[in-house]
Each structure stands twice: as C-alpha cells, then as structure tokens.
Nanobody, 126 residues
Framework: QMELTEFGGGLVQPGGSLTLSCAASVRTFNVRNMGWFRQAPGKEREFVAAIRWPGGHTYYADSVKGRATISRDNAKSTMSLQMTSPRPEDTAVYYC???????????????????WGQGTQVTVAS
C-alpha cells in the first residue's frame, strides 16, 4: 500500500509561479510511473505531467509543455511540479498519482494509476 499527500497550491496570480509537492509513504525507487493530473469543475480528470523510473524521462500535456517541470527525488520519496506563468485555465484540483508497475504506453492514462493523493486546489486569479 502507498499513501500520497500533496502540498502546495492555493491562490496563485496569473503570470506568477506555482510549486506542488507530493510525498509518498513508501520508497519510490521501484515505482515506474508517477504523475500529476488535474480536474476542473465539470470536466474529466486530465493528464498534466509524468516521470518514469528508471531513467527520469518526463512527459507533459500540450497545455503545460514549456511551462511545467516535473521532478522526483526517490531518496526522499517525493515528486514535484513547478509551473511558470500559470493561467486561469490551470485552475483545478491537482492530484499526484503512482503506478508501481506502469508502462510507457499508459503514462498519460489516469485509469492505469493505482494510488492517488487526496488532491490540492489550485486557483489562478488576480
């Protein structure tokens, strides 16, 4: 079993910066896929970014590519998402997720993640 807890979020000004963190209750060295997803009111949960291990290869949704950076520190069992120039359309509940046995072809698919955090609200507004 793995528990995930998100930190960060809150009210962010457009054009500012945003940092979200996720802490896992177990070591993440053997967790293949870890990712961030988000869900806005009235919309389905969507992929934001993911990072695979081993290798540290990263994947981003087109909507955040160039503005977001995902990273993970397996020694600390943490994962982070940094976003520059957030926009009002980035407003959503953000979730971290883990798929210990995840494969490359499912890195963007929420239904293939086994563990989820409780979510943290991000509101981008002036």
């Amino acid at each position: 079993q793995m528990e995930l807890t998100e930190f960060g979020g809150g009210l962010v000004q457009p054009g500012g910066s945003l940092t979200l963190s996720c802490a896992a209750s177990v070591r993440t060295f053997n967790v293949r896929n870890m990712g961030w997803f988000r869900q806005a009111p009235g919309k389905e949960r969507e992929f934001v970014a993911a990072i695979r291990w081993p290798g540290g290869h990263t994947y981003y949704a087109d909507s955040v590519k160039g503005r977001a950076t995902i990273s993970r520190d397996n020694a600390k069992s943490t994962m982070s998402l940094q976003m520059t120039s957030p926009r009002p359309e980035d407003t959503a509940v953000y979730y971290c997720a883990a798929a210990p046995g995840g494969i490359l072809s499912t890195v963007r698919a929420p239904e293939h993640y086994d563990y989820w955090g409780q979510g943290t609200q991000v509101t981008v507004a002036s």
